[in-house]
Every structure is written in structure tokens, then in C-alpha cells.
């Protein structure tokens, strides 16, 4: 590995290692804490709260995949705009809701933590690496 390489990786790897951990945080309370869960970011239960643990288990499933970019960013460069691109859906949908009052500020700001800020970061990634990939 030439020493081009070693930084934009390794700060991938981190990156996506830090990302795969959050999505764990987050949403393991749906499975193990759930009427705790929900009253730290709504104030009414939601009325079908399979949905919830729909969403928990798919940002679950997004997690893994982040933790396998993460082992190799380099080979596993074509999933890197599947992050971002599963950030920005989550994102817009809930920033619409939140315009429409549909969802507390609460919620909204725990939205701006697990997934707004991860876009930036993600796209980063993804360019690093593609220069790093255009450099061999």
C-alpha cells in the first residue's frame, strides 16, 4: 500500500467504522427499551409501532453494511453512495414531516445527529477515494 493510500482508507475505515456503531446505538433501544425509546423523542406513541421497529431493523441492516465498507472502503467503494444516498432519504422524508408538524423538534434534532451529518462525511469518503483510485 503506498503511503497515498494509507490516509484516504484509513480515515474511511474510521469514518464508516463510527457510522456502523452509531446505527447500532440508535437503534437497539427499539428492540430492548422501546416505550423508553419512543418518549425520549415523541410525545405520543406511534400508533403501529412495527413501524419503528421496521425502521430500527433496517438502519440496523444499513449499520452492518456500513461496518463491511468499513473493512475494506477501497474494495467496497461502489457501496459508498448507497450511505449517503440512505442518509439523504431518511433525512428529507423526516425533515418534510418535521415542516408539516408532523414530528416534534426532538425528533428532528436526533435526525440531524444519526443521519444529517453523516452525508458530508460520506460524500468526503467517497471523493478521497475516488481520487486515491484515479492516482493507480
Known amino acids: 500500500m ?5 490516509p484516504a482508507t484509513g480515515g474511511a475505515r474510521r469514518v464508516f467504522q463510527a457510522a456502523a ?8 433501544p427499539a ?4 416505550d423508553r425509546a419512543v418518549a425520549l423523542l415523541a410525545d405520543d406513541k406511534p400508533r403501529y409501532p412495527f413501524l419503528v421497529q421496521i425502521w430500527a431493523g433496517m438502519a440496523l441492516l444499513w449499520g452492518v453494511m456500513f461496518w463491511e ?8 467503494y461502489p457501496m459508498i453512495k ?3 444516498l440512505e442518509k439523504m432519504v431518511t433525512s428529507g422524508a423526516v425533515t418534510v414531516a418535521w415542516r408539516k408538524e ?3 423538534n426532538r425528533f428532528m434534532v436526533s435526525i440531524v445527529f444519526t443521519d444529517i451529518v453523516w452525508i ?15 492516482r493507480r
Open 2 to 6: 503506498t503511503a497515498t493510500r494509507a
Open 21 to 28: 456503531i452509531s446505527n447500532l446505538v440508535v437503534t437497539m
Open 31 to 34: 428492540f430492548v427499551a422501546y
Open 69 to 76: 465498507i468499513s473493512r475494506d472502503p477501497t474494495g467496497r
Open 82 to 84: 448507497y450511505a449517503w
Open 102 to 104: 408532523q414530528v416534534p
Open 120 to 134: 458530508p462525511l460520506f460524500l468526503l469518503v467517497q471523493a478521497r477515494l475516488r481520487a486515491t483510485r484515479e
